[in-house]
């Protein structure tokens, strides 16, 4: 004889404890309806509620106006930072080869004999906090690169220093 698997229940009906748990549901106000009407077939609710509609869309309209007024703005600041930082490299110079213990002070007064000097930047390593053995000098002019480019070679701190036209900034774009 076969014998028929047992009949399968429900699965609604065999959660009875869960059909007794409240449920949290938030529905539109449609008070303006009676008993008997259907919700399309009641034009002054569906008015209002287009009105409510077409005010959040030129609320939201309003809104990414705005959005776009604010992106433009940074495009712009971006940009002329961007230019910024072109100028920026116009009037720096490249120093590698520097010495681990050399002081920004120390690099300073090597390259003072050049001309009026703004920063002196030694990059560190981002780990471990020790110099990386390069530096970058930003001079106040861009005349005053060629000055500098003359050390090129030139011993500081028993090292002979390279000396380049910086072009930090144009790398770090990307």
């Known amino acids: 004889m076969s014998t028929s698997p047992p009949p399968r229940e429900d699965s609604r009906a065999s959660h009875d404890d869960d059909a007794n748990d409240e449920v949290s549901v938030t529905y539109k106000d449609i008070s303006c309806l009676s008993s008997h009407e259907t919700y399309p077939s009641n034009t002054k609710c569906a008015k209002e509620e287009i009105t409510a ?12 106006a705005k959005l776009r007024e604010m ?31 050399a002081s920004p002070e120390e690099i300073q007064t090597h390259f003072q004999s050049c001309g009026s000097i703004n920063r002196v930047t030694i990059l560190l390593d981002k780990f471990t906090g ?3 053995g390069y530096a970058y000098v930003e001079f106040t002019e861009p005349n005053l690169v060629g000055n500098a480019l003359v050390l090129n070679e030139s011993v500081f701190r028993g090292r ?9 900034h144009l790398y770090s774009l990307y």
Do not use: C
Not at 54 to 63: G, I, N, P, S
Not at 162 to 167: F, M, S
């Open 160 to 168: 002979n220093l390279k000396v380049l036209p910086a072009t930090y």
């Open 130 to 132: 020790h110099p990386k």
């Open 71 to 101: 992106q433009a703005n940074l495009d712009q600041q971006s940009s002329e930072l961007r230019e910024n930082k072109e100028d920026i490299d116009a009037r720096s110079i490249f120093v590698g080869n520097v010495d681990y213990g």
């Open 53 to 64: 509609m077409k005010k959040r869309v030129q609320e939201m309209e309003a809104e990414a």
